[in-house]
C-alpha cells in the first residue's frame, strides 16, 4: 500500500463501494469503476504483479516467507438466493499490511454456499502460508455461529462444506473467527463482488 495507512486504504475502498451504489442501475459504469479500482489496488508494492486478481488455486507465498500470524477477511456473495455467486478473501500480516488478495466466480449457488467457499478459501491459504495463529473475520454471522457451536448445521448443502472447513482448520495451531459488520469487511465484499463481475 506504499505510504497509504490502512484506515487511508479502507477509506478508499469505502469511496468505492459507495459510488457503485449511487450508480447502481447502470452496470456498464459499475463494472469501469471497479476494474479500475482493483486496477489500482492489486498494483501495490506489496503484489508488485499486473492488474488481475489472484486466482483462487495460487497460493499467497510473497517471496516464499511464512507468516506466523494472520488476518484474513472473507466474504461471499450472491447477486440472487441463488444467483450468480463470487468470493472475496484479503489476507493481512499482523500489522495489517495487504498480502494477497483473491476474488472468484462460483457459479449459481446461494449466499451461504458463497460465505463457506470463500472461509474455506482462507483457511487453505493459511495453512499453505504455514501460519501459527489466524484471526477469521467475516460479515455472516451463521457462519460463525456455527463454527462456534451456537447453531447446527442442518443444511445438506452447508453440512460437507462445514466438514471441510473444519478439517482444513485443524491443520491450524490457533485460530478464531469474528463477525464483524459488513462495512468493517469492505475489501472482502469488493473482492466477491468482483468475483461475480469477472464472469459478467
Not at 91 to 114: M, P, R, S, W
Amino acid at each position: 500500500m506504499g505510504n497509504m495507512s490502512p484506515q487511508e486504504f479502507i477509506m478508499l475502498i469505502s469511496k468505492y463501494l459507495d459510488a457503485e451504489k449511487l450508480i447502481r442501475e447502470n452496470p456498464a459504469v459499475t463494472r469501469e469503476m471497479i476494474n479500475a479500482f482493483f486496477r489500482e489496488i492489486c498494483q501495490t508494492e506489496e503484489r508488485g504483479q499486473d492488474d488481475s486478481c489472484s486466482a483462487p488455486e495460487e497460493l499467497p507465498r510473497r517471496g516464499q516467507k511464512d507468516f506466523c500470524k494472520l488476518i484474513i477477511h472473507t466474504d461471499g456473495a450472491s447477486r440472487g438466493n441463488p444467483g450468480k455467486a463470487g468470493i472475496g478473501v484479503a489476507i493481512f500480516d499482523k500489522d495489517y499490511h495487504l498480502i494477497e488478495e483473491v476474488c472468484g466466480f462460483l457459479g449459481e449457488t446461494t449466499n451461504n454456499v458463497a460465505e463457506y467457499q470463500a472461509m474455506i478459501l482462507a483457511a487453505r491459504k493459511a495453512v499453505a502460508c504455514h501460519a501459527k495463529e489466524v484471526i477469521f473475520r467475516t460479515d455472516s454471522e451463521l457462519l460463525v455461529r456455527q463454527l462456534h457451536g451456537a447453531y447446527r448445521v442442518k443444511s445438506a448443502n452447508i453440512l460437507p462444506l462445514y466438514q471441510e472447513l473444519v478439517k482444513l482448520l485443524d491443520k491450524i495451531p490457533a485460530w478464531k473467527i469474528q463477525h464483524v459488520r459488513r462495512e468493517d469487511n469492505v475489501i472482502a465484499d469488493a473482492l466477491a463482488n468482483q468475483g461475480i463481475d469477472s464472469r459478467g
